[in-house]
T-cell receptor
């Protein structure tokens, strides 16, 4: 089944404790992206990647890191999480054709930073 | 960054009614898309629009790419209970950069 998977689905952590949220897709997509969803703000793009070793900042990249060493994986790293990073996070992928806008989303990761 | 203003924020309708929602921006977008999010899931693409003035249908859904490239609307005809969810507009500019609206929460009463 074609899908985008994220792990973990739920995470409660404390301020300053480094964490990684993994994202993997099995569709051989070139494009991948991370978003955060907050009430009343919709989805905001954190980082995106057009291909292996190619990443770029979205609208809200501060406090996040990403890497794209393999085509299928695009982990999101929070080096020193803070309470304002409490949010619902989505990973998405796309073939990249037509601008990469037609995206398949994962099921989401709900992160709470205490 | 660029902002999209989506309205209405929420809608409560009866089954069978038609629904209309729209997105506006002060910036020009190359692409407009509409996504739907069911509770507890990620958004799913409904319609993608690539040309100014384009009108596209997908079943009971119809969307248009505004001629000024600064707006888009989505219509749902004859709503059914499974239409419940959050609808997001999204605008694309440069490759891979996607800006989302705040979402419209749709509730359908049987």
């Amino acid at each position: 089944e074609a899908q985008v998977t994220q792990n973990p689905r739920y995470l409660i952590t404390v301020t300053g404790k480094k964490l990684t949220v993994t994202c993997s897709q099995n569709m051989n997509h070139e494009y991948m992206s991370w978003y955060r969803q907050d009430p009343g703000l919709g989805l905001r793009q954190i980082y995106y990647s057009m291909n292996v070793e190619v990443t770029d900042k979205g609208d809200v990249p501060e406090g996040y890191k990403v890497s794209r060493k393999e085509k299928r994986n695009f982990p999101l790293i929070l080096e020193s999480p803070s309470p304002n990073q409490t949010s619902l996070y989505f990973c998405a992928s796309s073939t990249g054709q037509g601008g990469g806008y037609e995206q398949f989303f994962g099921p989401g990761t709900r992160l709470t930073v205490l | 960054g660029q902002q999209l203003n989506q309205s209405p924020q929420s809608m409560f309708i009866q089954e069978g009614e038609d629904v209309s929602m729209n997105c506006t921006s002060s910036s020009i977008f190359n692409t407009w898309l509409w996504y739907k999010q069911d509770p507890g899931e990620g958004p799913v693409l409904l319609i993608a629009l690539y040309k100014a003035g384009e009108l596209t249908s997908n079943g009971r859904l119809t969307a248009q790419f505004g001629i000024t490239r600064k707006d888009s609307f989505l219509n749902i005809s004859a709503s059914i209970p499974s239409d419940v969810g959050i609808y997001f507009c999204a605008g694309g500019t440069s490759y891979g950069k996607l800006t989302f609206g705040q979402g419209t929460i749709l509730t359908v009463h049987p």
